[in-house]
T-cell receptor, first 106, second 111 residues
C-alpha cells in the first residue's frame, strides 16, 4: 500500500525565518497531495493542497512544490510567526506522513 | 469551526466492550472519512464512504465497522475493544475527492 515518509519530525526556527518540510510517497497513482496543520486539542486543518498536474502552488506565506517523477513534495513557510507553531502533516490521497512538529521561537 | 461535528467528545469504556462514534459531515459534503490517531501510529486512514457507499478501505480492523446513512451522517462501530484501541478518532468530510475538513475528534480510552 501507499507509504508516506515525512521529514524532519521536529523543526525549530526563529520568527521570520523560513521552514521547509519534505515528504516522499511510494504509490505512483497518487494524484492529490494535501497539507494539514494540527494545533493542540484540535483536528487537522487543510492549509494547502496540490494536484499532480501542477508543479507548484502558493498561498500567501505558504507554498508547496511537487516532483511527481521523484515522488516527493514539500511545504515551504516563509516569514514564520509564533502562531505557525503546530504539527504539520503531509498526505498522498488519504495516506498521511508521521507529522512534523514546528516550533517558531519569538 | 470546520462544520464537521463528532459525538461524543470523550468516551471511557472497558476492554471487551462495544462503542459507537458518530459524525455529521459539513452541509453538502458527500464523502465521509474515518481516521485513528494514536501517539505511535500518527493518522491512520480507516475507511471512506461516499453518498452511502463504501469507497475505500484502509487499515481498519475486522472488529471495526462503519456505515453512512441516507442523511449522510456516519457511525463508526468499535467492538471487542482492546487497550490498544485507545486513541483519537477523527471524522472528516469532503464534497468529493479532495480537501478534507476534519471534526474535533472523539477521544476513546479503553481501561
Amino acid at each position: 500500500g501507499e507509504n508516506v515518509e515525512q521529514h524532519p519530525s521536529t523543526l525549530s526556527v526563529q520568527e521570520g525565518d523560513s521552514a521547509v518540510i519534505k515528504c516522499t510517497y511510494s504509490d505512483s497513482a497518487s494524484n492529490y497531495f494535501p497539507w494539514y496543520k494540527q494545533e493542540l486539542g484540535k483536528g487537522p486543518q487543510l492549509i494547502i493542497d496540490i494536484r499532480s498536474n501542477v508543479g507548484e502552488k502558493k498561498d500567501q506565506r505558504i507554498a508547496v512544490t511537487l516532483n511527481k517523477t521523484a515522488k516527493h513534495f514539500s511545504l515551504h513557510i516563509t516569514e514564520t510567526q509564533p502562531e505557525d507553531s503546530a504539527v504539520y502533516f503531509c498526505a498522498a490521497e488519504v495516506r498521511f506522513g508521521a507529522g512534523t512538529r514546528l516550533t517558531v521561537k519569538p | 469551526d470546520s462544520g464537521v461535528t463528532q459525538t461524543p467528545k470523550h468516551l471511557i469504556t472497558a476492554t471487551g466492550q462495544r462503542v459507537t462514534l458518530r459524525c455529521s459531515p459539513r452541509s453538502g459534503d458527500l464523502s465521509v472519512y474515518w481516521y485513528q490517531q494514536s501517539l505511535d501510529q500518527g493518522l491512520q486512514f480507516l475507511i471512506q464512504y461516499y453518498n452511502g457507499e463504501e469507497r475505500a478501505k484502509g487499515n481498519i480492523l475486522e472488529r471495526f465497522s462503519a456505515q453512512q446513512f441516507p442523511d449522510l451522517h456516519s457511525e463508526l462501530n468499535l467492538s471487542s475493544l482492546e487497550l490498544g484501541d485507545s486513541a483519537l478518532y477523527f471524522c472528516a468530510s469532503s464534497v468529493g475527492a479532495g480537501g478534507q475538513f476534519f471534526g474535533p475528534g472523539t477521544r476513546l480510552t479503553v481501561l
